[in-house]
T-cell receptor, first 111, second 114 residues
Framework: GQQVMQIPQYQHVQEGEDFTTYCNSS?????IQWYKQRPGGHPVFLIQ?????EVKKQKRLTFQFGEAKKNSSLHITATQTTDVGTYFC???????????FGTGTRLTIIP | DTGVSQDPRHKITKRGQNVTFRCDPI?????LYWYRQTLGQGPEFLTY????????KSRLLSDRFSAERPKGSFSTLEIQRTEQGDSAMYLC????????????FGPGTRLTVL
């Protein structure tokens, strides 16, 4: 079945440093979505990418969808304490209505 | 509050008992999803509805699990003869449209099976 892996599993950064998480799917995705889950909270949608090679920015966050639509990345510039949480990528296969979530990257910030 | 709501927020039960959870999606959303999440893992798809029709079920969903969405609005997830391995957070999410789009998650129901 479809597997979606993320690296790294954990990332500890000093406040102000940059952070990147990488997402790799075993199958081609029709789109890729990113969610953030704060400790004790539920996943919150951040963005959806649909086109091959697409890049989108949200303030300090940059999202990229790979050319083969099997990988994606999230880059945060100059992290802040509010960025703490676990970042999940998620995507459906073509013709599939099931959203498969990645393994997640847990970001902690050292003030 | 127009977000997704779930009830109860916490449930403690003894092994072998039946439990039922409820999810109220955002009112105009036609799609409703159930996920299970254990500590340190991502949400794991269980099943989804488009309006009142249950269109897909995970192979992980054993015969002890059943879900309904009788009028295409709220949904219930029942677990019969609970086992300790069923302990997890059960998340409900809803979305609008035909494709797999942005999903809005509820706060979840945390189940503990003793």
């Amino acid at each position: 079945g479809q597997q979606v892996m993320q690296i790294p599993q954990y990332q500890h950064v000093q406040e102000g440093e940059d952070f990147t998480t990488y997402c790799n799917s075993s199958t081609t995705l029709s789109n890729i979505q990113w969610y953030k889950q704060r400790p004790g909270g539920h996943p919150v949608f951040l963005i959806q990418l649909v086109k091959s090679g697409e890049v989108k920015k949200q303030k300090r966050l940059t999202f990229q969808f790979g050319e083969a639509k099997k990988n994606s990345s999230l880059h945060i510039t100059a992290t802040q304490t509010t960025d703490v949480g676990t970042y999940f990528c998620a995507g459906p296969n073509f013709g599939n209505e099931k959203l498969t979530f990645g393994t997640g990257t847990r970001l902690t910030i050292i003030p | 509050d127009t977000g997704v709501s779930q009830d109860p927020r916490h449930k403690i039960t003894k092994r072998g008992q039946n439990v039922t959870f409820r999810c109220d999606p955002i009112s105009e959303h036609n799609r409703l999803y159930w996920y299970r999440q254990t500590l340190g893992q991502g949400p794991e798809f269980l099943t989804y509805f488009q309006n009142e029709a249950q269109l897909e079920k995970s192979r992980l969903l054993s015969d002890r699990f059943s879900a309904e969405r009788p009028k295409g609005s709220f949904s219930t997830l029942e677990i019969q003869r609970t086992e300790q391995g069923d302990s997890a957070m059960y998340l409900c999410a809803s979305s609008f449209g035909r494709a797999v789009n942005e999903q809005f998650f509820g706060p979840g129901t945390r189940l503990t099976v003793l």
